[in-house]
């Protein structure tokens, strides 16, 4: 996990607030994944992104969620008017290159959303 | 039926035991597979990484892939109270969307 940073660790929002989780990739990678986990549930893939661009946001639900990662900054995941539902872990990670021939995804140490 | 399915477990086992852990698939187009091991409040922390069938070690860790039966295992010789944490598969095909087991929980007894 060493090197994929994200912040807040832990958030609490109460539900239709907006909640803003930030991302800094390790030093060289330039492409960023975020995922998110549900309680008893494994990790389930989001989007993806690389400098001004999203290449796949598949996994993002249509409303209130979106991400961004700027040419300059780190990457956000944006939640607006939180709901209880949204309560769960979001990990982002990241890698030198797309795609997973010769090299591998590492993973930040999350950040805790809690919806009150 | 989910795309990855892993027993939850949660599994417990002494210390020194051979700790055994497996995931089925359905995708057969899956080649990359990998498993994380999660502690408490934590991310995933890769610990192998495997392209396609076969076997492979590192240290007190083999993980095995059987494709032609859509089932991998990982396995943790000479278990460590420290091994106590939540192990999660992930596999993938050629591009970046991987998919995660929902994890099984493990406990070393000292």
């Known amino acids: 996990n060493a090197g994929v940073m994200q912040n807040p660790r832990h958030l609490v929002r109460r539900r239709g607030q907006e909640a803003r989780l930030r991302c800094s990739p390790m030093?060289?990678?330039?492409?960023v994944y975020w995922y998110r986990q549900l309680p008893e549930e494994g990790l389930k893939f989001m989007v993806y992104?690389?400098?001004?661009?999203?290449?796949?946001e598949s996994g993002m639900p249509k409303e209130r969620f979106s991400a961004e990662f700027p040419k300059e900054g780190p990457s956000i995941l944006r939640i607006q008017q939180v709901v209880r539902g949204d309560s769960a872990a979001y990990f982002c990670?990241?890698?030198?290159?797309?795609?997973?021939?010769?090299?591998?995804?590492?993973f930040g140490e999350g950040s805790w959303l809690t919806v009150v | 039926q989910k795309e990855v399915e892993q027993d939850p477990g949660p599994l417990s086992v002494p210390e020194g035991a051979i700790v055994s852990l497996n995931c089925t698939y359905s995708n057969s187009a899956f080649q990359y597979f990998m498993w994380y091991r999660q502690y408490s409040r934590k991310g995933p922390e890769l610990l192998m990484y495997t392209y396609s069938s076969g076997n492979k070690e590192d240290g007190r860790f083999t993980a095995q892939v059987d494709k032609s039966s859509k089932y991998i295992s990982l396995f943790i010789r000479d278990s460590q109270p420290s091994d106590s944490a939540t192990y999660l598969c992930a596999m993938s095909d050629h591009d970046y969307k991987l998919s995660f087991g929902a994890g099984t929980t493990v406990t070393v007894r000292a």
């Open positions: 990670a990241s890698s030198p290159q797309s795609g997973l021939s010769g090299n591998t995804i590492y």
């Open positions: 030093k060289g990678h330039s492409h």
């Open positions: 992104l690389q400098k001004e661009n999203i290449i796949d």
